[in-house]
């Protein structure tokens, strides 16, 4: 009698990348954020569980998610191409809150797009997914410590580069002395003024993209 085969329980990185549709390195950043389920083996190669893959695919938006990553734009939308704006990413919970920044973000004259997210999973896979130049993150995001999210991805050296404001309910003294975050992020207390919140994101790219000048 035939064997059926025997459907793996594991993937290697570069098997979990092709599945999920983005890079290796994203597998990897996944991995040590505890998104995906991995160990490595004695020769030190990782193996991801199957199942947390397929666990990630069921509870992300698809849009979230692309399946060839390398061949196609960085944005979703029709005939941007190459020619795409710079994106902000804003992990935030309030829907009503994101809706206004949907609508306000893209029509700035320094050029972005927005994605919102309202969980931590989903923004750490459009992280991976669609490479933001700017994230904008609720520190009170449900279910998880942003903070050391935020610390996690400035430390990680494929989204170290990743530009940061966080924006809290809570007040802002109070967050800078319980642990704080990385050097450099501006922290605004809810609800922010968009006026204040677009000078801010200009800044900071103005200030990081500025070239060296020779003396």
């Known amino acids: ?6 459907e ?3 993937c290697t990185t570069r098997e979990a990348s092709t599945l999920l549709g983005v890079s290796v390195g994203t597998i990897q950043l996944w991995v040590e954020n505890g998104l995906l ?5 004695a020769g030190g190669h990782r193996r991801v569980l199957r199942e947390s893959i397929d666990r990630l695919i069921r509870s992300v938006p698809s849009t979230t998610l692309h399946t060839h990553p390398e061949e196609t734009p960085t944005h979703d939308k029709p005939g941007e191409g190459l020619a795409a704006k710079p994106l902000i990413l804003v992990m935030e919970g309030d829907r009503a809150v994101s809706k206004l920044y949907e609508e306000y973000i893209p029509q700035w004259e320094i050029g972005f797009d927005c994605v919102c997210v309202d969980s931590a999973m989903a923004g750490l896979m459009a992280i ?3 490479k933001p130049e700017v994230l904008i993150a609720d ?7 942003m903070m050391e999210i935020i ?13 940061v404001i966080a924006v809290t309910d809570a007040d802002v003294n109070d967050v800078r002395t319980e642990g704080g975050l990385p050097p450099g992020i501006e922290i605004f207390q ?3 003024p968009l006026d204040i919140l677009k000078a801010a994101v ?3 790219v103005a200030v990081q993209t500025e070239p060296v000048v020779q003396t």
């Open 1 to 6: 009698m035939k064997k059926s085969p025997v």
């Open 8 to 10: 793996k329980t594991f």
């Open 37 to 41: 389920e991995a160990w490595r083996t």
């Open 128 to 130: 991976g997914r669609k």
């Open 139 to 145: 520190l009170q995001m449900p279910h998880v410590n």
């Open 151 to 163: 610390w996690f991805l400035k430390m990680h050296p494929d989204t170290s580069a990743l530009k």
């Open 190 to 192: 809810k609800p922010v």
């Open 202 to 204: 200009g800044l900071l």
